[in-house]
């Protein structure tokens, strides 16, 4: 047979049997649909018509299937999506349920619960996916869905056995032993407290300080000569270490306040002497400088009586010593005083069971880990003691005293600086040894869960308020919607609050400029508190709100970086560090990296940061003023221009500058001049004592005796009206 006519003949099978598998898909598609109606989310889809079936289903067409998709139902599509788990109408719901688990119970998407939310009183800029719904706002937004709800079967939960260590009772009188007496030196800053403790132990840590002034609490072991042990707490006598003088008061036997005979009685001396009578420790005065020609210790005494300090000259019990701590005159005389008054108050201790003391500072070391400085107050402290403090632990793996030698235990009464802590707890802490690891758990588990609940109760308060506030805002909404169909509510509220639905939580802050976000890393707890503890004090949230997004101990590292560019912020570091890397990443990214080992030059700073968020204010310069003397008027076409015949009492006229116009003390005008003339001729510049007639660019009409001020407008920097308080 030709070549020819069997090719051909072969095209047409081909295309006979192409057409009748297209109709044979096309058919069995329809059929397979079983009439179940699609909907669109804004269209339904025209009815189709069915026919019967002629032909047997073929095999080789299930490579068209995919043209004709369109026919699916909802059902079907989803299959290939991720699966939520299927409502059939009924939703269990639960207290405290968030609008994530909301969402996940219903098998929507969280989409469709903030839709929901529309028709509640709720702020939707406040919801993010973990926010808690009320359960009333569960119910209604279920319904809203079409559904039905049902409560969750509640768990009976059993009240939470109390598993927090505690101390022991007090110990038998008979078995107690003498400890060292433990004493605070306090006073004024620069009055010379770390100067006396570098006197009596011999060391340098006076011109270690940063600008002369302690940064942090200190706490040493003094050896007399007698043999007589005493350990002192070093203060801060600077304003901002208020909470810390405070925490060395309630861990201390003797108060020594030291007082500069030259300066007398400070701001921090009357503080100090407050925090005594809070604790109910007895003083011994220290007069301090008496080698100083100005020196007046018993002006001294008499401006402390006005305090209920009197020396025992004087008929009180507060014993007064005159020193020079920079020569060390009297300093063994200050000793003696201070181991007489700790024989008198009988100090002892129980050396047995198991330990409590009290931390007096705590900081993140980079090679040594989470460091705590602590005085023993009951047991023997060893090496593989299991401690806990606040909400962290410790097995103890290291020692040293105040010289960084390694010790093997602390007795009552001695400081000691302690490794082996999971985390940093917070300065003031109280310490109480536990029998296991395993305890130990147990009562950091409890701590954590109290504090969970507080945490859940103080948030409840705020949510039930903001709701309240809210409320009351939506019914006011709703009256104002009151004369619209539900169809035209649903349309505004849609269209109103869209941008908040489908928004970021990032993007639904409003970004305001006068805000400023700041980052602060120390190195010791008890700075952060200082720190903080100031900024606490800052009262021109109308001026510049000032937000603390971040604080913690250590250097600065790249997370704070990223988080200081998140909220625009700044990062300030009090005696930490920060490698080349993160300078590096801070530069790259424009986040200011402030370093200070001084806590007031670190708020001088930061006061300066809060003046540049400022607006600046204008300020009007007075550059001449001139008097109207005389009123005339010059005809211009068809106008009557008013014409001032002035005299410059002061300064000069410049026409480029802006003037105003002052009758019996009230501005009628501001502006400028259209024309400045010395008597024919136009001028700039008028000087003092000269005539001139002039013209404004308003037609206003002059009296004689008003005042022409000739004025320039100036930018300036405000300075916010927050007074840290030194």
């Not at 559904?147 to 079967?153: D, F, G, I, V």
């Amino acid at each position: 047979m030709n070549r020819g006519l069997i090719a051909k003949f072969e095209n047409l099978v081909q295309l006979r049997g192409a057409c009748r598998q297209l109709r044979t898909v096309s058919y069995r598609k329809v059929n397979r649909a079983q009439w179940r109606p699609v909907q669109s989310s804004a269209y339904p889809i025209q009815s189709v018509h069915l026919y019967p079936r002629f032909w047997q289903k073929d095999k080789s067409s299930s490579a068209s299937k995919s043209q004709y998709r369109y026919l699916a139902t909802k059902e079907e599509k989803k299959k290939n999506k991720k699966k939520l788990p299927l409502t059939k109408g009924e939703v269990e719901i639960k207290q405290q349920m968030t609008v994530e688990e909301l969402a996940q119970a219903m098998g929507k998407d969280i989409d469709h619960v903030y839709e929901a939310l529309l028709y509640t009183d709720i702020d939707l800029g406040s919801i993010e996916p973990d926010s808690i719904l009320n359960e009333d706002y569960i119910k209604l937004i279920v319904k809203k869905s079409g559904m039905k709800y049902k409560s969750a079967k509640l768990k009976e939960e059993k009240e939470r056995e109390n598993t927090d260590a505690v101390k022991r009772p007090p110990a038998d009188p008979a078995l107690l032993t003498p400890r060292p007496p433990v004493v605070t030196v306090m006073g004024h800053v620069d009055h010379g407290k770390t100067t006396l403790l570098d006197s009596l132990r011999k060391t340098q840590v006076a011109s270690m300080e940063a600008g002369g002034i302690t940064q942090h609490i200190g706490a040493f072991l003094v050896h007399l000569p007698s043999g007589e042990k005493i350990t002192f707490l070093d203060t801060p006598g600077h304003a901002a270490f208020s909470a810390m003088r405070a925490r060395g008061t309630s861990v201390t036997d003797i108060v020594i306040l030291v007082v500069a005979a030259e300066d007398g009685v400070m701001q921090q001396t009357v503080e100090s002497i407050q925090h005594a009578k809070n604790a109910g420790v007895p003083l011994i005065l220290a007069i301090n400088k008496c080698d100083k020609p100005e020196a007046d210790p018993e002006r001294v005494k008499k401006e402390l009586m006005g305090h209920d300090v009197i020396c025992e000259e004087f008929g009180g019990d507060v014993q007064a010593v005159n020193i020079s701590a920079l020569k060390g005159e009297n300093l063994m005389v200050l000793a003696e005083a201070t181991v007489a008054l700790a024989e008198m108050l009988e100090l002892k201790a129980d050396y047995t069971g198991l330990v409590e003391g009290t931390i007096i500072e705590s900081r993140k070391d980079k090679g040594k880990g989470p460091v705590t400085t602590a005085i023993v107050q009951r047991g023997t402290l060893r090496k593989g003691c299991v401690l806990v403090a606040g909400k962290t632990w410790a097995k103890v793996r290291f020692m040293f005293d105040e010289n960084g030698k390694a010790v093997d235990a602390a007795s009552p009464g001695i400081p000691v600086e302690i490794m082996g802590w999971k985390e940093v707890p917070s300065a003031g802490d109280e310490i109480l040894e536990v029998e296991s690891e395993q305890r130990a758990h147990e009562v950091v588990a409890w701590r954590t869960y109290v504090e969970q609940q507080e945490k859940m109760r103080k948030d409840g308060e705020v949510i039930e308020a903001k709701q309240k506030e809210h409320r009351v805002e939506y019914e006011r909404k709703q009256q104002q919607l009151a004369h619209l169909t539900w169809r035209q509510k649903r349309a505004l509220l849609y269209k109103t609050n869209k941008h908040l639905m489908f928004s970021k939580p990032k993007e639904r802050t409003e970004v305001d400029k006068n805000v400023l976000s700041v980052i602060v890393k120390g190195d010791v707890d008890g700075s952060i508190e200082a720190i903080l503890n100031i900024l606490d004090s800052y009262d021109a949230d109308d001026e510049c709100r000032l937000d603390i997004i971040h604080f913690g101990m250590g250097d600065i590292s790249e997370t704070d970086i990223s988080l200081a560019e998140a909220f625009n912020g700044v990062v300030y570091g009090f005696s930490v560090k920060a490698n080349e890397t993160v300078k590096k990443l801070a530069a790259k990214k424009g986040i200011k990296i402030k370093l200070h080992n001084v806590i007031y030059k670190l708020i001088e700073d930061l006061q300066d940061e809060l003046n540049s968020r400022l607006p600046p204010s204008v300020v009007e310069n007075t550059i001449g003023t001139a008097s109207v003397l005389d009123i005339f008027s010059v005809t211009v076409g068809k106008n009557k221009i008013p014409v001032a015949g002035c005299r410059v009492q002061k300064g000069q006229l410049d026409k480029k500058m802006k003037f105003k116009l002052i009758r019996k003390g009230d501005v009628i005008w501001k502006g400028s001049l259209s024309s400045l003339k010395h008597h024919k001729d136009d001028v700039q510049v008028i000087k003092t004592g000269m005539d001139c007639g002039l013209s404004l660019d308003k037609h206003i009409e002059f009296n004689i005796g008003d005042e022409i001020v000739c004025y320039e407008e100036k930018e300036v920097q405000q300075t916010t009206s927050w007074d840290p308080g030194f």
